[in-house]
């Protein structure tokens, strides 16, 4: 008898155990249905504008600041500094179940922006790479279908004369938002003194110089230039230490 109940036992915790795991196969099963894939991708002016015309539900995100955003910005945006303080606050008004397509100057800023709300569960983020200046560059409509042209700033005739020195002539194209190029200022000005008796640093601010920067080819930052008796001689793009500046110039 006692046999033939241990059997039953055996039986009954059997079918709860199967019963057990079918519920679970059925809640993970629901589970993998709700889950959402989170999309943050990079796309190329192209793409990008390609990609917002197709959408009639996108939504379209300006991180600069409001003056940046009067002076040019792409058709439909919506302006929030990512500086600001209240840029948080102001995200949260964005659908996060629609597209949304964010941009800045250069790509620094919506790379952060896009990483934020990828943070707060954005299902579907696209960062323009480069930024308003590749969107210039290619000649890109903005708002009322008119490429912005900045007055003042730079022109290639005061360029030209700061390269008039027989001295090295180092250029900077920096922006104050710009991280990399904060991050250099410090060795470019002390490389400067150091070097003064042979060298002239140039500091130029992309979002003063849109026009002279668009003019010169170049199409993100920071960039450094080295010229000697009024030629360029050296290029980088991007961040560099000292140490490969001098090495790769031999100033």
């Not at 991050?183 to 992309?206: Q, R, S």
């Amino acid at each position: 008898m006692k046999i033939l109940y241990y059997l039953s036992l055996l039986f009954v915790l059997t079918l709860t155990l199967a019963s057990c795991g079918r519920r679970n196969e059925k809640a993970g099963s629901a589970d993998s249905k709700s889950a959402v894939i989170s999309i943050n991708e990079k796309l190329d002016v192209n793409g990008f504008e390609k990609k917002f015309l197709e959408l009639e539900n996108a939504q379209i995100v300006d991180v600069r600041t409001p003056h940046e955003f009067e002076e040019g910005h792409i058709k439909g945006a919506i302006n929030m500094d990512i500086h600001a303080n209240d840029f948080e606050n102001r995200i949260a008004v964005l659908d996060k179940k629609k597209p949304v397509f964010v941009y800045c100057l250069a790509g620094g800023r919506s790379s952060e922006a896009a990483e934020m709300m990828g943070d707060k569960q954005f299902t579907e983020v696209y960062n323009l790479e480069g930024g308003m200046m590749k969107w210039r560059a290619a000649n890109k409509p903005l708002e009322d279908g008119v490429v912005a042209d900045r007055k003042e700033g730079m022109t290639a005739d005061d360029f030209n004369k700061l390269l008039s020195t027989e001295k090295f002539v180092l250029v900077d194209y920096n922006a104050k938002w710009c991280k990399p190029c904060v991050k250099m200022l410090p060795m470019l000005e002390g490389l400067a003194e150091t070097k003064k008796d042979k060298l002239i640093l140039v500091k130029i601010d992309a979002d003063k110089n849109q026009s002279f920067l668009k003019a010169k080819g170049i199409e993100g930052i920071p960039v450094l230039e080295l010229y000697k008796d009024g030629k360029r001689i050296w290029k980088h793009e991007g961040e560099i230490d000292q140490a490969a500046l001098l090495k790769e110039t031999g100033i």
